[in-house]
């Protein structure tokens, strides 16, 4: 039986499907355990682009998996930015600005995306002109109504549409850019035989709001010890490898399940949970946050703040086993295993 916390999103028929490329949404009309995020695949065949587009509810920050393309932000004020992304890169969008994903390599295009609202609301630049007369639009530009009347409009996004060419990148996009984030070229926060993490997260982002993302890789020996995030949500996605979870939920509920690649999975605020690569090659995870800074309290530390007595109460025992306990004033966060899988 499939755990309520894991959706398995490659073996999802995509809901959104077109010549030029697929959108397989994982939201809380398929996914009910979701709350404050939801997750998308982006497939772009080549020459093919995200039309611009906007969402009124919902943050945006997006991994490129792989392929290359340009992206281009307007905001506020004027504000204009169109910038590379590429295998290992990131973009953020904020809520209700415009921005568009323009495959500009040989082949597909494959992103990620994880949204600050469980159901993200878009609007595509196709469906707002769309609905405007000819009339309207020319208003707009100075122009006469009838320099639109070739223009095929409709009130619903085209979603994806295709380009006459693959076409050539301004010179400015390859400027930095604020909205854009090379996570996988930057320092570990840590790292060792167990695993490591790097982390998309404000205070080596600063344009981050509302959304934050760790690049977590586990070796075949490592774990990610039992924590919890007190203030976060958490919304995984299994790059590579093969994992096992095990969540407690209120009341005595305890929910182990495995994790493949191409699956999703959700973890309440406050749930606690762990993470451990039962496969043979090392795992990796995109661990997306419901806030730019993201916290958690770990077994390692947490539970070493109280003293052996406390400890000995609490779990009935005598506390002169809690002796051997490592005194840690950090969290560990990933360990490294010193005992085998168990079954």
């Avoid at 998309?200 to 890789?217: F, I, T």
């Avoid at 990610?224 to 949500?233: F, S």
């Avoid at 979870?245 to 309440?268: A, H, R």
């Avoid at 419901?290 to 070493?304: E, L, M, Q």
Wanted: proline share 6%.
């Amino acid at each position: 039986m499939d755990s309520p916390h894991v959706f398995h999103l490659l073996s999802t028929k995509p809901q959104d499907v077109t010549k030029y490329g697929t959108r397989t949404s994982a939201d809380i009309s398929n996914f009910p355990a979701l709350r404050g995020m939801a997750f998308y695949r982006l497939l772009l065949n080549e020459k093919a682009v995200r039309e611009p587009h906007w969402h009124p509810n919902a943050d945006e920050l997006a991994y490129c998996l792989r392929g290359q393309g340009i992206v281009t932000v307007f905001g506020n004020y004027g504000e204009r930015e169109t910038f590379g992304i590429s295998e290992g890169e990131m973009f953020y969008v904020p809520s209700g600005y415009l921005h568009h994903i323009e495959n500009m390599g040989k082949g597909d295009m494959e992103l990620v995306l994880a949204f600050s609202h469980e159901k993200p609301e878009d609007f595509g630049i196709s469906a707002s002109a769309g609905c405007m007369s000819d009339a309207v639009l020319g208003n707009t530009w100075g122009l006469k109504a009838k320099n639109f009347s070739r223009i095929k409009r409709s009130p619903r996004n085209i979603l994806i549409g295709k380009k006459k060419s693959v076409g050539k990148a301004p010179e400015y996009a390859y400027f930095q850019s604020r909205y854009k984030f090379n996570v996988e070229g930057a320092n570990p926060l840590l790292g060792g035989s167990g695993g490591s993490a790097i982390v998309a997260r404000k205070n080596v982002w600063p344009v981050l709001e509302n959304l934050s993302m760790y690049s977590l890789r586990i070796t075949n020996q490592g774990m990610r010890e039992p924590h919890w995030h007190p203030q976060t949500a958490e919304l995984g996605y299994v790059n590579r490898g093969r994992a096992r979870m095990t969540i407690l939920s209120p009341g005595g509920e305890v929910d182990t399940y495995l994790l493949n690649k191409g699956d999703v999975y959700f973890v309440p605020r406050g749930y606690p949970h762990h993470i451990e690569n039962v496969g043979k090659e090392e795992l990796h995870f995109l661990v997306f946050f419901d806030r730019d800074t993201p916290g958690d309290i770990g077994f390692s530390a947490g539970i070493r703040a109280y003293s052996n007595e406390a400890l000995g109460a609490t779990f009935n025992t005598d506390p002169a086993v809690f002796e051997k306990l490592p005194d840690y004033h950090e969290d560990l966060l990933i360990v490294s295993r010193v005992n085998p899988v168990d079954k």
